[in-house]
C-alpha cells in the first residue's frame, strides 16, 4: 500500500512537471504544422498520440461493459460500488478522450476489441463469488496496463490535448488500481476463505 501510494504521488508529480512541456518536441512528425516559432499548431499528432488514442478507447469502452456486467452479476456489495465507478468515472474519461481524437481527427473504436470481449465472454460465464474474484482481478491488470499508457503518452505524444488527458487521468486511474487490489486481497483473505469451507455438521 504504501508503494502505491508513493507511486502516485511521483505520478501525479511528474505528470505535473510537465504541464509546461506539452506538445514533446522530440517527438514530432515530419509533417507537424507550426503555430509560429516552436509552438505546435493545435491538435498536432503523431503515431505515439494515434496509436494511445485507440488503445485508451478501446480500454475505457471495456471498463463501462464491464462495469455494467459486473452491476447484475456481482454478489459482494464493495465490487458492486467499484462497478458503479467504472461505470461513472471511465464513461466521463471517455467522453473527453472522444471530444479530443475528433477534434485530433483520429478514428477510434466504438466497439469492443477482440481481447476485451474474449474476456467478456469468460467473465459472462461465472456467478457469485467467482465472477467476483475474477472481475477484480482482471480490474488490477487492466488498471496497471492503462497507467503505463497514460504515462506513455504523457513522455512520448505530441498532441497537447492528448497528453493533457493523459496527465489528468493518470490519479484516478491510479486510484481505481489502489481500490482494486485492496478488493483482491479482501476477496482472497482468511475471511473470505473461511467462507468458502462447508459448514460443520452438527452431531
Avoid: C
Avoid at 488503445?55 to 452479476?73: P, W
Avoid at 465490487?79 to 471517455?94: C, E, L, Q, T
Avoid at 475474477?134 to 503505463?148: F, L, M, P, S
Amino acid at each position: 500500500m504504501r508503494v502505491l501510494i508513493i507511486a502516485i504521488g511521483l505520478a501525479t508529480a511528474s505528470a505535473s512537471a510537465v504541464l509546461a512541456q506539452f506538445g514533446n518536441p522530440a517527438g514530432l512528425a515530419p509533417d507537424t504544422r507550426m503555430q509560429s516559432p516552436g509552438v505546435l499548431a493545435p491538435n498536432q499528432t503523431n503515431t505515439q498520440d494515434r496509436l494511445f488514442a485507440q488503445l485508451a478507447t478501446a480500454g475505457g469502452s471495456a471498463e463501462v461493459a464491464f462495469g455494467k456486467l459486473a452491476g447484475d452479476k456481482a454478489q459482494n456489495p464493495a465490487v458492486k460500488d467499484f462497478a458503479r465507478m467504472m461505470i461513472d468515472d471511465h464513461g466521463a474519461a471517455n467522453k473527453k478522450l472522444m471530444d479530443v481524437s475528433d477534434k485530433s481527427k483520429i478514428p477510434v473504436p466504438d466497439t469492443l476489441d477482440k481481447d476485451h470481449e474474449k474476456l467478456r465472454q469468460e467473465l459472462i460465464k461465472l456467478d457469485g463469488a467467482k465472477f467476483d474474484l475474477a472481475y477484480i482481478r482482471g480490474q488490477v491488470v487492466e488498471h496497471q496496463k492503462t497507467a503505463q499508457l497514460l504515462e506513455w503518452e504523457i513522455g512520448s505524444g505530441e498532441d497537447a490535448e492528448l497528453q493533457r488527458f493523459a496527465a489528468e487521468t493518470l490519479p484516478t486511474v491510479f486510484h481505481h488500481l489502489e481500490v482494486a487490489r485492496d478488493l483482491v486481497a479482501e476477496l482472497t483473505g482468511p475471511a473470505s476463505a473461511q467462507a468458502d469451507l462447508p459448514a460443520a455438521k452438527t452431531k
